[in-house]
């Protein structure tokens, strides 16, 4: 028996085709694009674009792939699908809604063959790709805020310090929500100030650098410091850390005394204990102050405490701040017994 021929007035279904949504983060130079989404672009049948002024088009353009500049409805793009095309569409960091949504719709409507739908990302963010917004939006903020365009160093430095002594308060709380965000105040602190110091204003006396410049520096000053991590020195104990720290320092600062470089501004028992550290690493044989035996001695008594705490591996500025909190906690369960 001979097998029936097809009937040649059937039509086959042509192939759906296939759509890719094309993204690339801002925060990656443009035309750095990952290898399938240059395959995908040379390889595709049409390339649009909404945005005539969209990052990648002239790095497109240099690579030979010729790019449209339309705005196709939903009903366009899957007709333009059909017979097993691929259309790739550039679209931007937040998607394109008006897009995505009507083929949303066609697709729930059954009554059309969806071509495949690919969202394929370009390039991705490295972690720290967040804080490249944070230096444009403190740009922004900077060049358009009235209060914020007019902020020096010295107006801002009093604000370093509260939020320095927030993020402790949030540390010592345990709370990690409320650390998360003390962080982000004390790294504005950095970047407002790199800002400013970006404008090279003369009351600021000394040329102009900028948050990279803060940056490289610490990068630099991170690696000669951990020869252990970047170089051919060993240390296995935390001990052997600090010693190659200690060593590397100094011979960066080159210091004519074991005091320099603490800050006099810190609260008393810090000041205290950060001298005595000073004077412990160094291997000095420094006899305490005792003061005036007929003036106030609760001074120098403070700084034999602090200096005997440090001794002894306590840190007399914390402990002293929680027994502080301590006691506060104990008045505030007093006023609620009198009330």
């Given at each position: 028996m001979n097998a029936e021929a097809p009937d040649a007035s059937v039509?086959?279904?042509?192939?759906?085709?296939?759509?890719?949504?094309?993204?690339?983060?801002?925060?990656?130079?443009?035309?750095?694009?990952?290898?399938?989404?240059?395959?995908?672009?040379?390889?595709?049948?049409?390339?649009l674009v909404t945005d005539p002024d969209h990052p990648q088009l002239p790095y497109l353009r240099e690579a030979g792939v010729g790019v449209e500049h339309t705005a196709p409805s939903a009903?366009?793009?899957?007709?333009?699908?059909?017979?097993?095309?691929?259309?790739?569409?550039?679209?931007?960091?937040?998607?394109?809604?008006?897009?995505?949504?009507?083929?949303?719709?066609?697709?729930?409507?059954?009554?059309?063959?969806?071509?495949d739908l690919e969202l394929l990302p370009g390039s991705y963010d490295l972690p720290g790709a967040r804080l490249l917004d944070l230096v444009q939006v403190m740009d922004q903020v900077r060049r358009a805020c009235p209060w914020t365009s007019q902020k020096t160093h010295r107006g801002l430095a009093k604000y370093a310090?509260?939020?320095?002594?927030?993020?402790?308060?949030?540390?010592?709380?345990?709370?990690?929500?409320?650390?998360?965000?003390?962080?982000g105040d004390v790294l504005l602190q950095v970047v407002f100030h790199a800002r400013i110091a970006e404008e090279g204003?003369?009351?600021?006396?000394?040329?102009?650098?900028?948050?990279?410049?803060?940056?490289?520096?610490?990068?630099e000053k991170l690696i000669h410091r951990h020869p252990h991590v970047f170089g051919d020195e060993t240390a296995e104990t935390p001990e052997d850390v600090h010693a190659h720290w200690l060593r590397t320092k100094a011979i960066e600062k080159q210091r004519t005394s074991v005091t320099e470089g603490v800050p006099l501004g810190q609260p008393g028992l810090?000041?205290?204990?950060?001298?005595?550290?000073?004077?412990?690493?160094?291997?000095?044989?420094?006899?305490l102050p005792t003061g005036d035996p007929?003036?106030?001695?609760?001074?120098?008594?403070?700084?034999?405490?602090?200096?005997?705490?440090?001794?002894?591996?306590?840190?007399?500025?914390?402990?002293?701040?929680?027994?502080?909190?301590?006691?506060?906690?104990?008045?505030?369960?007093?006023?609620?017994?009198a009330r």
């Open positions: 039509e086959t279904p042509a192939e759906p085709g296939r759509i890719v949504l094309l993204t690339a983060s801002h925060r990656v130079a443009p035309g750095l694009l990952s290898w399938p989404a240059w395959q995908t672009l040379h390889a595709a049948d049409r390339v009903d366009e793009l899957v007709a333009d699908c059909a017979g097993g095309r691929t259309v790739v569409v550039l679209v931007g960091g937040e998607g394109d809604s008006r897009l995505t949504d009507g083929l949303a719709r066609l697709g729930g409507s059954g009554r059309v063959a969806m071509p310090i509260e939020e320095a002594y927030e993020l402790v308060e949030a540390i010592e709380d345990g709370d990690r929500d409320e650390l998360r965000e003390e962080l204003r003369p009351e600021d006396g000394a040329e102009p650098f900028d948050i990279d410049d803060v940056a490289g520096g610490l990068v810090a000041l205290a204990a950060k001298l005595a550290s000073r004077v412990r690493t160094a291997g000095l044989d420094v006899p007929a003036g106030d001695r609760i001074g120098y008594e403070l700084l034999a405490l602090a200096v005997s705490a440090e001794a002894n591996g306590a840190d007399p500025e914390a402990a002293l701040r929680a027994a502080a909190r301590a006691y506060r906690d104990a008045i505030v369960a007093a006023e609620g017994g």
